[in-house]
């Protein structure tokens, strides 16, 4: 009986935890970290805000877990692409094309994601899934380059590089700024433009041939 108590007892804690994970994710969804308050979140999930303390030993490492779950939801996202069908050019063009896409449809998560100032802790998951990110460009940059579509020395390198013109390509539209200009009425750039840009740039970056330029089979 006492094993069934402390069981139900853990099953109950992993419940809340989740629960709590949830609602902080939820408001980085609409206001990015800025709007992760302890007393606000417990709110959210009608517990007292001590009892979040029970689960994260502090708000940095709650943002930082949270982070963490929204980051590896975009490098799983990616990852199917690069590792799906296609050649290594399409599959990074489309690669970059879906990222974009994912970013603008959730802007206020993506820039708090990339740029948004965090938690030290927070940083340092940004750190870790700024690598994974490189990881996945380097196994597309090594079979682009095996099979000759894509002409890079420094692979490694490379694909760091990608990861930080993806980042600096949408930060400014994804910003508050650019958001704020937005509603008042002000022209930016559209997705497609801001994909194509970047699209561009990344295959002139690998060597590889833009779409246009293809040959003709």
Known sequence: MAYRTTALRIDRDQSLREQI?????????????????????????GIATGSLYRHFSSKGCLAAEVFAVASQREVEALAA?????????????????????RAWDS?????????????????????LYREAYAALFIELLQEGVADGQMRVQQVNLVAACLVGAIAEVLVGPLSPPARTAREAGYP?????EVSQVLITFCLR?????????????
């Open 81 to 101: 692409i690069v590792r799906g069908p296609g050649n290594p050019v399409q599959r990074l063009a489309e690669g970059l094309e879906r990222f974009a896409a």
């Open 21 to 45: 994970l949830n609602a902080a994710l939820a408001r980085v969804v609409e206001g990015g970290f800025a709007a992760l308050t302890m007393q606000a979140l417990a709110a959210d999930v």
């Open 107 to 127: 802007r206020q998560l993506a820039f708090a994601l990339i740029a948004e100032p965090v938690d030290p802790l927070v940083d340092e998951q940004r750190l």
């Open 188 to 192: 930016g750039p559209s997705l497609a």
């Open 205 to 217: 970056a690998v060597g590889a041939p833009l779409p246009e330029e293809e040959p003709q089979s």
